[in-house]
């Protein structure tokens, strides 16, 4: 199915081909975040074939990735949705157009037609930085497509904020007080601190591509707290990237709370005294159809 937002202009939205593949790339790494690495065929191949499912929807959806082309069929923005078989909720995973303003309105109003089905639209659901950016959307880095999410009837929220540093070629030796285990989901390494045997701290790292690396979780058990132990952690865990030849690390702090909580400004303090900066606040959105209809598309 194609549908022309602008016969104007000759611009149609339809299906994703794989020659498209080189522009969609540009297309993606022109919003690429400090800390994030270039769009590689291999990181669009994944995406393609879906997110790992979860338990609560055990039947996932293969995602459709749709593309508005211009006049000469050239990409001039990509998104990417699914739904579940067994859950009547639509995805949003991300959307892509130079911050182009009707590009995004017409690729959001293609997929909100192609959802109608759907009572519950999500867009921008996600903590941790995946293949394809930081889960949520930066807010102030990407304007253009928070106001044209608000225009098509979605509505926002804060969900965390995106931290990144740079990392020394050759950091500060770090206490070893963790030890140290391959991780194969996400892959890469997992980082635990043992009392008697028992986990009391812990840290999941990787290192992708580009010299990037991600903190993915750092943990430390509320009986454990107040220690030092996340700051030991931390330490050894940039050593570890570090060492690895990551040159930069990212990683996203979940804050979605009205209001600043006791454990999310003990994370900042954390995470400021190794030098973190905050790169832009990340936001999630909701879209609800007064009543699920059924649509053909």
Known sequence: MAYSPSPESGSTVRAYRPEDEPGVRELMDADRLLGQP????????????????????????????????????????????????????????????????PALRALLSHVLAALAHCPRIEAF?????????????????RGATHDALLQTGFTGRRCGSYLHRVLSAEPPPAKLVADVLPCDFPPGHRLIIR???????????????????????????PTRRRRG????????????????????????????????????????????????????????????HPRGTRSSA
């Open 38 to 101: 270039h769009c590689t065929a291999e990181k669009l191949a994944a995406v393609r074939r879906g997110p790992v499912p979860l338990a609560a929807w055990a039947v996932p959806a293969r995602p459709r990735i749709s593309v508005l082309a211009d006049a000469e069929d050239r990409p001039c923005g990509i998104i990417g949705y699914l739904s579940w078989h067994d859950v009547r909720t639509g995805l949003v995973c991300w959307v892509y157009a130079r911050e182009d303003p």
């Open 229 to 288: 132990l996340g700051h030991k952690l931390l330490a050894q865990a940039l050593a570890l990237l570090a060492e690895q030849g990551a040159a930069e690390v990212a990683l996203v702090v979940i804050d979605d709370a009205p209001h600043p909580t006791p454990g999310s400004q003990a994370a900042s303090r954390l995470f400021e005294s190794f030098g973190f900066t905050l790169v832009d606040q990340l936001w999630t959105y909701q879209h609800r």
């Open 125 to 141: 659901v996600g903590a941790s930085p995946g293949p394809l950016g930081p889960g949520g959307l930066p807010r102030t880095r």
């Open 195 to 221: 009392e008697a045997a028992e986990p009391v701290a812990e840290a999941v790292v990787s290192v992708g591509a580009d010299r990037t690396a991600t903190v993915y979780w750092i943990e430390t058990l």
